[in-house]
């Protein structure tokens, strides 16, 4: 096993690279680049105000990310805003963002200093991006972590019951509300619990902004982890909503095609429990692909499906921070979120199939050639 995780540690490596090269050279063709947007900033000073009164402000770092996002231009709107400056301006303001060196030179030092993690400083927030990320990575944790652990505590047991009461009444009319479920976006779903519980139209029951309250330092641990889950009632119901059924079904069809192998027949015929067969037979073989899978689960959940989720419910988290930072054409950010994603993706995927060596030693992926 030692021999197959070096190897795997060792792919790593060109794997990353290929993914940092192509998602470089695809940003780098696209157009309204930084230097354009201050560019653009500097030519329309009175739009750039307007926009920020109509914000109010930027208060919040939503705000000022959204602010920008309005005022981004069409690239034929910077081409002639920049012929009104100063060429010199223009060669320092390419500088000050390192576009005065060739792009494959620039991705080179970029990947140079992501080896040692120094990502540099976000072009518009003017704060390291190794700090915004530790800032926003307690949203996005909870999200993710939570919302999978209910995902898996739910979906399991309701797929073995399902399994072992396949084409009874308890299944069909659970596989109608796996099917809604299914097909309501969480996004939508979202909203529904705002206009229910969220002052919406009816109750309101829970908070709509934030994490934690503004008092959340004055209160009592338990205080605390009360406010906590209040907070995160709503958006993690709105995720776990859409996320079980498919891996319901995973866990039903896996158990089944269990069930029916002779290993369950020759236990039966040798007087075991049904209890007894279940779970001291079929759930190791039926689990393996189930549990495989939660370190790609979490990782998705982690960083993607909650964007929506994060813009809904006000909830500043990584998944907001990357997409404003796409919007804004924040490299450092961008970039430097798209490498740790990334690794942390490969390190999960790797994590999944030591989980898988642990559940069933029978699987030896060194013998095979892995």
């Known amino acids: 096993m030692q021999q197959?995780?070096?190897?795997?540690?060792?792919?790593?490596?060109?794997?990353?690279f290929g993914i940092m090269l192509l998602n470089f050279i695809i940003v780098q063709a696209a157009p309204g680049g930084p230097v354009d947007q201050l560019i653009?900033?500097?030519?329309?000073?009175?739009?750039?105000?307007?926009?920020s009164r109509f914000?109010?402000?930027?208060?919040?770092?939503?705000g000022s990310a959204q602010q920008a996002a309005s005022a981004a231009p069409r690239t034929a709107e910077l081409t002639r805003g920049a012929r009104g400056l100063d060429p010199e301006l223009i060669e320092d303001i390419k500088k000050l963002y390192g576009f005065d060196k060739p792009a494959h030179e620039r991705f080179f030092i970029m990947i140079g200093n992501y080896l040692t993690?120094?990502?540099?400083?976000?072009?518009?927030?003017?704060?390291?991006?190794t700090d915004l990320i530790i800032a926003k990575m307690p949203v996005s944790i909870s999200l993710g972590l939570w919302t999978t652990l209910l995902v898996y505590c739910i979906s399991i047991p309701l797929g073995i019951r399902k399994a072992v009461g396949d084409g009874s009444s308890f299944d069909v009319w659970t596989s109608w509300v796996i099917v809604i479920g299914y097909a309501i976006p969480s996004f939508l779903f979202a909203i529904l619990l705002i206009i229910l519980f969220a002052g919406g139209s009816y109750f309101d029951w829970f908070p709509l902004r934030g994490l934690t309250s503004e008092n959340f330092d004055s209160m009592s641990w338990p205080e605390k982890i009360v406010d906590y889950f209040w907070h995160l009632a709503l958006p993690i119901t709105a995720m776990v909503i859409s996320g079980f059924a498919s891996l319901t079904m995973l866990s039903k069809n896996s158990f089944i095609d269990e069930i029916k192998k002779q290993y369950v027949l020759t236990a039966r015929s040798?007087?075991?429990s049904e209890?007894?067969?279940?779970?001291?037979?079929?759930f190791r073989n039926a689990m393996l692909i189930v549990i495989a899978g939660f370190p790609s689960a979490l990782l998705k959940i982690l960083f993607t499906s909650a964007l929506l989720i994060?813009?809904?419910?006000?909830?500043?988290g990584l998944g907001l921070l990357g997409f404003e930072a796409a919007i804004n054409r924040d490299y450092p950010v961008m970039f430097g979120t798209l490498y740790i994603f990334t690794l942390l993706g490969l390190v999960f995927t790797l994590f999944g199939d030591i989980v898988y060596t642990l559940i069933d030693p029978r699987?030896?992926?060194?013998?095979?050639?892995v």
């Open 270 to 272: 040798k007087g075991l």
């Open 55 to 62: 914000s109010g402000g930027g208060q919040s770092d939503t």
């Open 310 to 316: 994060e813009v809904i419910f006000s909830l500043d």
């Open 275 to 282: 209890r007894r067969i279940l779970y001291g037979h079929v």
């Open 4 to 16: 197959y995780i070096f190897k795997r540690l060792l792919l790593m490596i060109p794997t990353l």
């Open 117 to 129: 993690f120094e990502f540099g400083e976000s072009f518009f927030r003017s704060e390291d991006v």
């Open 40 to 51: 653009f900033r500097l030519t329309n000073p009175d739009l750039t105000s307007a926009t």
């Open 363 to 369: 699987i030896d992926f060194e013998k095979r050639g």
